[in-house]
Nanobody, 118 residues
Framework: QVNVVESGGDSVQTGGSLTLSCTVS????????MGWYRQAPGKQRYMVASVDSDEEAEYSAFVKGRFTISIDKSRNTASLQMNGLLPEDTGVYFCRVFYIRPSLSSYWGQGTQVTVSS
């Protein structure tokens, strides 16, 4: 059974930094991609950043230049370095892991809370 675990969420002040970590286990195959998604209270969940197995990264416009995603393929871990945090970055951050083998599938973690106060 595939298990996705996030960590690193915390409460910080505006301008602060946090590093989130996502580790996946339980699959015989390496992830094709890993992504971070944010969900604010009462809002939809949307993608913040993603990275594929070739270490190609994509960012949403509102975090580009502030956040950096990386992948450690040997540890099946993706990290999200968040700098210059703003109150609007507040939310639950979820990790989503994508596989193409043995079949096309994805798995979500339980999320980690990030709170940025002004």
């Amino acid at each position: 059974q595939v298990n996705v675990v996030e960590s690193g969420g915390d409460s910080v002040q505006t301008g602060g930094s946090l590093t989130l970590s996502c580790t996946v286990s339980g699959s015989a195959f390496k992830p094709e991609a890993m992504g971070w998604y944010r969900q604010a209270p009462g809002k939809q969940r949307y993608m913040v950043a993603s990275v594929d197995s070739d270490e190609e990264a994509e960012y949403s416009a509102f975090v580009k230049g502030r956040f950096t995603i990386s992948i450690d393929k040997s540890r099946n871990t993706a990290s999200l370095q968040m700098n210059g945090l703003l109150p609007e970055d507040t939310g639950v951050y979820f990790c989503r892991v994508f596989y193409i083998r043995p079949s096309l599938s994805s798995y979500w973690g339980q999320g980690t809370q990030v709170t940025v106060s002004s």
